[in-house]
């Protein structure tokens, strides 16, 4: 199973993204090109759409767009799968999706810099 960890700033921001993924999956979605970026306009303001998985799998029917807050310049796209799926168990009686993010929208540059969204920081460290 990947592992995975996300920090927020107190404004409800992602400030960092960890994955953990095999190397083989890592270099699939390199040479896949799947950490792409793209400029769109959304409600009249430009935003810029950040993905963190292959192009189907980000813009799929069946994931939903999450305001990161109230402020309306930040969005994460969500895939949601059940925890069997990804090899987690909870108590039968409680009835819970694991939340997959897939993408980010973002209208504030300062924020998301685009020069690192272009050229972001991967680092493949091997477990030991």
Known sequence: MNKKRVDFDHS???TGY???????KFIKLIESQSYRLYESVWKNQTYHIFLFDEYDSVFSE???????????????I???VEPTALGVTFYTSEEKKIALIKG????????YPLSYLMQPDFELIEDK
Not at 62 to 76: V, W
């Open 12 to 14: 409800g921001y992602i």
């Open 18 to 24: 960890e994955i953990g993924l095999s190397p083989t």
């Open 62 to 76: 069946n994931n939903m767009i999450c305001p990161m807050n109230q402020k309306d310049d930040a969005y994460l």
């Open 78 to 80: 969500i895939q949601f």
């Open 104 to 111: 980010l929208i973002s209208a504030n540059p300062e924020l």
